[in-house]
C-alpha cells in the first residue's frame, strides 16, 4: 500500500459535486468500468499536466498518470471527500510518484530532450514572432525545469495548471502562506534566471500556454 501524505482536519460539508465524486469513487471501486472511465476523463488532463510539468518528459508523465489511476483504483477506498477534492487527492498521488522517479532517476529529465517545438495550437502570423514565441516557451520550460522540486511544484500547479492558492495547498498539504511564499521565491528565481537570456521578458501566461502544446 502507498503511505500517501494527508492534510489535517476535515473540510466539513460535501459540495453536491464531491459527493459526486465520492459515488464515482464507489462504483469504480464496485468494478462499474463506466463510473472509471468518467472519472478519468475528467481528470486525466490535470494528473498529466503536472506529471508532465514535474518530470519534463512525455513518456514519464503518461506513465505517472496510469500509475495514478491504477492506485486509485487499489486503493480509493482510503479517499475521503470530507477532507478534499478529488482532484487534489489524484494529484496528490501523482505527486508521491513523481518523487519516487525523482529518488530513483534523478530530480528532472531536461524538458528539451522529450518536447518538440511546436507552438501553441492556433497561433498563426509573423514567421519571425512566431519563432520568437517559439523561443520563449522553449526558454521557461528550461528555466521552470531548472527549478528545485518544491519552487517547480507550485509553479506548476499556480501557473500551469492554473489552481487558486488553496487549492495548491490541499495538493500539497501545505498551509496557505507556504504555498505563497515558495511561489513568490520561486518567480524570483525564475525572473532571475530569464531576464539576462531574454530581453523581451516572455509574459508568464502567453509563455506558459506553450508548457501544455
Not at 513523481?98 to 495550437?121: I, S
Not at 517559439?134 to 500551469?160: F, K, M, Q, S
Request: glycine letters at 8%.
Amino acid at each position: 500500500m502507498m503511505r500517501l501524505g494527508k492534510c489535517e482536519g476535515p473540510r466539513g460539508l460535501m459540495s453536491d459535486l464531491a459527493v459526486r465524486d465520492d459515488e464515482l469513487v464507489r462504483r469504480t471501486l464496485e468494478g462499474q468500468e463506466d463510473a472509471f472511465v468518467e472519472l478519468y476523463h475528467r481528470f486525466q488532463a490535470s494528473v498529466y499536466r503536472f506529471a508532465l510539468g514535474m518530470l519534463g518528459s512525455r513518456e514519464s508523465a503518461e506513465d505517472v498518470t496510469q500509475e495514478t489511476f491504477m492506485v486509485l483504483l487499489r486503493e480509493g477506498g482510503r479517499f475521503d471527500p470530507t477532507k478534499g477534492a478529488l482532484g487534489s487527492y489524484l494529484r496528490g498521488i501523482a505527486r508521491f510518484l513523481v518523487y519516487k522517479r525523482f529518488r530513483r532517476e534523478g530530480r528532472y529529465v531536461p524538458l528539451a530532450e522529450d518536447f518538440d517545438e511546436a507552438a501553441p495550437a492556433g497561433e498563426e502570423g509573423d514567421p519571425s514572432e512566431r519563432l520568437a514565441r517559439i523561443e520563449d516557451v522553449r526558454t521557461v520550460r528550461t528555466a521552470v525545469a531548472a527549478l528545485p522540486a518544491h519552487y517547480r511544484e507550485v509553479v506548476v500547479l499556480a501557473e500551469l495548471e492554473g489552481l487558486s492558492y488553496a487549492d495548491v495547498a490541499e495538493t500539497l498539504c501545505l498551509p496557505i502562506g507556504t504555498v505563497r511564499s515558495r511561489l513568490f521565491r520561486a518567480r524570483e528565481i525564475l525572473a532571475r534566471g530569464l531576464s539576462p537570456n531574454n530581453k523581451r521578458a516572455p509574459a508568464w501566461s502567453g509563455a506558459f500556454l506553450g508548457l501544455t502544446s
